[in-house]
């Protein structure tokens, strides 16, 4: 383990999206739970809060959000704000005045989608890229250049500021390809959430039997199946952020600390989001996903590092397959392949804080 340091942690620890927040409050605590002294940097923008509010109550765009939702929306975004006063933070300062920020001792850039070029409110912030920084040491923890593909390559002078991070790690092969064709080499490690498995507490008890439905814009091959599955099954399906017609109840209120505990009590999950298939691994959950447009990137290369292929499901995947895949929990090999990608984090973590 390495010493004892003041590090700082830079990342999207603000927006109203359950993996962004718990991403950042699991690396936080998980590094303070090794010894470090540990903040979020505090970055602050007018226009990125007017962004990230308006997308709170239009979450599923270009869908129009009906009016009656908004007030549950709302109690949603104020469980966001109330859970963001208790993160450890650094000091507030201007998004786009870096300089403005403290000094450390080193400072971890990512996890989420802090290099991603098509991000449609943090796109190209110099900050992430380090510009203006003040540290004695430079790297990134599982950042990621989300939809932004490695074919697409990346313009000298941002290639130039990520050479100055002394260590460089990140949470999908696209990136990792991305890094190569620059001409710099990156570790892959894990998501924080199950890099540091204490920190997102769950508690199974919700009163009953459900299964999590985390997302939206599902193929209607796809809702048909679970709604075939679950009356055979004799389950409900409880879709938790987001409306989902299908479902049979929708928590569109809930704040992180519910989403966590709703995750851990579910006995299956339903996702086309990354941190669905997170949780569903974290806590061990029978789960399929479904991967297309903006989020296949993330969720295929996650699915290919830790042997879960077979979980994305397809128009042609059978019922049977769908049955069998939201009965068993991940499989002895998938458990073994975090265990060894944990193992392999906390190496890259300890030399890029050594």
């Given amino acids: 383990m390495a010493s004892p340091r ?3 942690v830079l990342t999207f620890h603000k927006c109203i999206n359950y993996g962004s927040y718990w991403q950042s409050r699991c690396l936080v605590e998980g590094l303070r739970a090794r ?32 009016r009656s939702d908004f007030p549950r929306l709302k109690a949603k975004a104020r469980k966001f704000f109330d859970a963001f006063k208790r993160l450890p933070m650094s000091p507030r300062f201007p998004l786009h005045r870096p300089d ?6 080193a400072i971890l850039v990512g996890s989420d989608e802090v290099w991603n070029f098509r991000h449609p409110w943090y796109s190209a912030a110099p900050i992430f890229f380090g510009d203006g920084l003040k540290a004695d040491r430079l790297a990134s923890y599982a950042a990621s250049f989300g939809n932004h593909q490695a074919s697409d390559g990346l313009d ?5 500021k990520l050479r100055r991070f002394a260590a460089l790690s990140v949470r999908d092969d696209n990136s990792r390809n991305l890094l190569r064709g620059m001409g710099s080499e990156a ?9 540091f498995p204490e920190m997102p507490r769950a508690h199974a008890g919700d009163g009953g039997g459900y299964t999590l439905v985390y997302g939206f814009g599902f ?3 796809l809702t048909d199946a679970a709604r075939r599955w679950s009356e055979a099954r004799g389950t409900r399906l409880l879709s938790i952020g987001y409306r989902n017609h299908w479902a049979d109840e929708n928590r569109l209120d809930a704040g992180p600390q519910e989403f966590a505990e709703l995750a851990g009590g579910a006995d299956a999950v339903i996702t086309n989001f990354f941190h669905g298939c997170v949780f569903a691994l974290l806590n061990r959950k029978p789960f399929v996903a479904h991967a297309d447009g903006y989020r296949s990137t993330k969720i295929n290369d996650l699915a290919a590092m830790l042997g879960a292929g077979h ?11 769908f049955a069998d895949l939201l009965a068993a929990p991940p499989e002895p090999h998938i458990v073994a392949a975090i265990a060894a990608r944990r193992a392999h984090s906390q190496v890259f973590l300890d030399a890029a804080l050594s």
């Fill in 311 to 321: 979980r994305l499901v397809g128009e042609a995947t059978a019922d049977d397959e």
């Fill in 35 to 66: 010894g470090h002294d540990v903040q979020l940097l505090d970055h602050d923008c007018g226009r990125v809060n007017y962004a990230e509010w308006r997308c709170a109550l239009q979450p599923q765009l270009p869908q129009p959000t009906p």
């Fill in 6 to 8: 003041k590090i700082g």
């Fill in 219 to 221: 193929p209607q091959w």
């Fill in 100 to 105: 403005a920020s403290p000094s450390y001792d």
């Fill in 156 to 160: 000298a002078p941002w290639a130039e």
């Fill in 187 to 195: 570790d892959i490690v894990l998501d924080p959430c199950l890099q």
